[in-house]
């Protein structure tokens, strides 16, 4: 079998990802401190800093793990510094990569994520060069056994801007503004929720050739190990076995 879907392209192995729950508390937590060093650590007024914690939550998160991280980036506590770097480069079959990293050593970052390029055949490019490729979006899957009814209903009334159904899972997208007030209206209405997130969704999507499929996803893989890296985007388009 094989298949494909704007869903699994931007959360390539999603499941996988997460079972390692060690290295996702390890990204949330810097990303909670950079949220309240940047915007203050009170929650309701930050939201990066909610969305941050919301995240840490759905993670099962012990709360003294992330009001620590709070509590180091207000700097009320010592803590590690990070610097956000955003990457942008050309991977295998042409390919658009967009990275997101939060690190201590940009001079160590770097060129770890240079070399994984490399390896296959791509390279980093200037800024600019493929991040006008993508736009902020807000986004919400949630189990596909939901009636469409009240999917439609909760979702569109509280200012999303689209439903579909893709994979068998419900697929919510949202402008960046009203990400959280759908969100909210989703988590009142009960609705089962595997991810929600802000993404950077590509305008164009690239074919992979199916000679660079292997190749494009142990970049992928190589680059969401690296505990710098927070998010991976890219606009590849592939079939995957799912044997």
Known sequence: MSGHSKWSTIKHKKGAADAK???????????????????????????????????????????????????????????????????????????????????????????????????????????????????????????????????????LESGAEDVVNEDEIWVVTTSPDTYIVVKEAIDNAKMPIIESKIIMAPSTETQVPEDKIKSFLKLIDMLEDNDDIQNVWHNGLYEESLD
């Open 21 to 155: 729950r060690g290295k996702l508390w390890t990204k949330l937590l810097k990303e909670i401190s950079v949220a309240a060093r940047l915007g203050g650590s009170d929650i309701d007024s930050n939201p990066r800093l909610r969305l941050a914690v919301d995240q840490a939550k759905a993670a099962n998160m012990p709360k003294d793990n992330y009001e620590r991280a709070i509590k180091k980036g207000a700097g009320e506590l010592d803590g590690v510094t990070y610097e956000e770097v955003v990457y942008e480069a050309y991977g295998p079959g042409g390919v658009a990569f967009l990275i997101e990293a939060l690190t201590d050593n940009k001079n160590r970052t770097t060129p770890e994520v240079r070399s994984y390029f490399a390896k296959f055949g791509g390279d980093l490019g200037t800024q600019g060069s493929v991040g006008y490729l993508f736009s902020k979006q807000g986004q919400i899957v949630l189990e596909g056994d939901i009636p469409e009814e009240k999917i439609m209903e909760i979702a």
